[in-house]
C-alpha cells in the first residue's frame, strides 16, 4: 500500500526534502518544487543551477549512477538568488536519473561553526604554556597540547588509567576526574617525578555541562615547581632574616645598656664625690659652724639630685598603661607650669602668659601632666634669668585630622643643630646637670596618647615646641 502523493509530498517537504526527476540531458522532467528550492531554474539542465566549484561533483555522480546505483554527493544551488546546500541521492532509472534532495544548507552552517571552534580550541590550546586537555563523557582524551603530550604522551582517546603514570598519580588523577564528572569542580595539587626530577603540578578539573547534563571535563595542569621553589626560598631568606633582625636588637639593647650604665654611672659618681668629700670634711671637723650648714645643705642637694635621676629613669623604663578620658587641657598645663616655676623658684623673674582653649581631648592625666612639666622645666631652665614663657592652646587641621595643639615658646639661648638632631635621645644634654631623659619621657608619653611632639629652635631666638594631641572624630 502506497501513501496518496499529497501525503508523500507533506512528508518530505517536513524533511526539507524533494524527488527530481532528470532526463538525458539533465534538465528537471517531474517535479514538485518545494518552498525552499523556489525560484530554481528548471527549464535549463540542474548542473547549470549548481555553484561553479561543486558542478564537477553532480557531474561525476550523475556519471556513476549510470554504473552504480544510487550515488550520493553534497553541492550548493542558486535558487531565487540564494545559495542552498542540499545531499543529492541519484539512482538510475531507465533512461532518467532520480534525484532525491534534502535541505542540509543549516547542518553544513553549524558543522562549519563547529569546525571553526575546533579550530580556534586547538590553536588556543597550541599556544597555552601549561597542559591542556579536554575529556569525553567516558574519560577519554578528545583533546591534548603539545606540552601534555610531552608531558604524559600522545593520550588521544586514553583514559588516565592507560597512561602508564606512577600509581600513586594516577590513583589521585583517575578519582579527581570522576569528581569532574559528576559535577564537582576540582582543584589539587600534584607531584611526580618528571624526567627523574620531582615536579608539583597544580592540577584543575572543571566539569563541561550540557544544561544539566556533564559531557565531558576540561584540564588544566601547571607546573607550580618553580613557585614552590622560590617560596621555600622566600621563608628561609625570610627566617634569616628575622634571625638577623633579633641578633642586631640585642646587639643594640646590649651597646644601649652599655651607654646607659655609663652614663648612670657618671651621673652617680659626680654627687656621690661631692657627697663624700663633704663627708670627709664633716668627719675631721675642721669647719666652722656656718660652712657646716652649708656642707648638709650640698648633701641634701646631691641627695635629691640622685633622687631625681633614679624618679626620671623609672618614668623612662618603666611600662604605663594609660586610663584615658575626655578632658580640657587648660587646668592640666596651668598645674604643670605652676609646679614647674615654684620648684625652679621662677615665678617672679620668668614672665608667663596664657591663651586659647580645646575641647576635650581623651587623656591620661597624670602622664601628660609628667610629660608637660618637663617640656616647661626645660623652657625655664634655659632661660636661667630672666625670660618670657608663652602657652598657647589651638586646635588644626593637620594630616586629615583634627588635633588639639599646645604651642610653648620661650625666648631662651635655643638650640645648637647637633643637640637638635639628637635631642629626644636618652642621656642628651646642654646643661651641666641636667640628665637627658626629660624630653625622651615627653616624647614617649605623647606617642602613647598618639600624639606627636616636634621642635622649633634657632640659636639666640628661643624655643617653639609643639605639642599635637589627636581629637576625637
Not at 592507560?162 to 600509581?167: A, D, N, T, V
Request: net charge negative.
Amino acid at each position: 500500500m502506497f501513501l496518496p502523493a499529497a501525503d508523500l509530498t507533506a512528508l518530505l517537504d517536513g524533511l526539507s526534502a524533494t524527488v527530481l526527476l532528470l532526463d538525458a540531458s539533465g534538465r528537471v522532467t517531474i517535479c514538485e518544487l518545494p518552498g525552499w528550492l523556489e525560484g530554481l531554474d528548471v527549464s535549463r539542465p540542474l548542473v547549470d543551477s549548481v555553484l561553479p566549484q561543486d558542478k564537477q561533483a553532480l557531474l561525476d555522480a550523475m556519471a556513476a549512477v549510470q554504473h552504480t546505483s544510487p550515488v550520493s554527493v553534497e553541492a550548493r544551488l542558486r535558487a531565487g538568488g540564494r545559495e542552498v546546500w542540499v545531499r543529492a541521492s541519484l539512482a538510475r532509472r531507465q533512461d532518467s536519473i532520480a534525484l532525491a534532495l534534502q535541505d542540509v544548507t543549516a547542518a553544513r552552517h553549524d558543522a562549519r561553526q563547529w569546525r571553526e571552534l575546533e579550530a580556534w580550541l586547538v590553536t588556543l590550546a597550541e599556544t597555552l604554556p601549561f597542559d591542556f586537555f579536554i575529556l569525553d563523557r567516558e574519560g577519554r582524551y578528545l583533546l591534548q597540547n603539545p606540552p601534555s603530550v610531552k608531558r604524559v604522551g600522545t593520550a588521544l582517546g586514553k583514559r588516565f588509567s592507560e597512561l602508564g603514570l606512577p600509581s600513586e598519580v594516577q590513583q589521585l588523577w583517575g578519582a579527581g576526574v570522576e569528581r569532574a564528572r559528576s559535577g564537582e569542580l576540582v582543584r589539587e595539587e600534584l607531584t611526580w617525578l618528571v624526567d627523574g626530577t620531582p615536579r608539583t603540578f597544580s592540577h584543575s578539573l572543571s566539569p563541561v555541562r550540557d544544561g544539566d547534563e556533564v559531557v565531558g571535563v576540561l584540564g588544566v595542569d601547571i607546573d607550580i615547581t618553580p613557585l614552590k621553589e622560590s617560596e621555600a626560598a622566600l621563608r628561609r631568606s625570610l627566617g634569616e632574616l628575622e634571625a638577623t633582625q633579633e641578633a642586631l636588637v640585642r646587639k643594640k639593647q646590649l651597646v644601649a645598656l652599655g651607654e646607659m650604665a655609663a652614663i648612670v654611672a657618671h651621673e652617680v659618681r659626680n654627687p656621690l664625690g661631692s657627697i663624700s668629700n663633704v663627708v670627709t670634711l664633716l668627719q675631721r671637723g675642721m669647719v666652722s659652724r656656718e660652712e657646716e650648714r652649708e656642707l648638709w645643705q650640698v648633701i641634701a642637694d646631691e641627695t635629691k639630685r640622685l633622687d631625681l635621676l633614679v624618679a626620671n629613669l623609672l618614668d623612662f623604663v618603666r611600662p604605663v598603661t594609660l586610663t584615658l578620658s575626655p578632658r580640657p587641657l587648660e587646668p592640666l598645663l596651668e598645674r604643670a607650669l605652676q609646679q614647674t616655676l615654684w620648684t625652679e623658684d621662677a615665678s617672679r623673674r620668668v614672665k608667663t602668659s596664657f591663651e586659647g582653649s580645646a575641647p576635650p581631648v581623651p587623656l591620661d592625666a597624670g602622664q601628660l601632666e609628667l610629660a608637660f612639666t618637663n617640656l616647661f622645666r626645660n623652657a625655664v631652665q634655659a632661660m636661667k634669668g630672666d625670660g618670657s614663657l608663652h602657652v598657647r592652646i589651638s586646635t588644626e587641621e593637620h594630616r586629615s585630622q583634627r588635633w588639639a595643639r599646645v604651642t610653648i615658646r620661650d625666648t631662651g639661648p635655643g638650640l645648637p643643630s647637633e643637640v637638635q638632631e639628637r635631642m629626644f635621645e636618652p642621656f642628651v644634654t646642654t646643661r651641666a646637670r641636667g640628665h637627658g631623659l626629660g624630653l625622651a619621657i615627653v616624647r614617649k608619653v605623647v606617642e602613647q596618647h598618639h600624639g606627636e611632639v616636634t621642635f622649633e629652635s634657632e640659636a639666640g631666638r628661643g624655643t617653639t615646641c609643639v605639642v599635637r594631641l589627636p581629637m576625637p572624630s
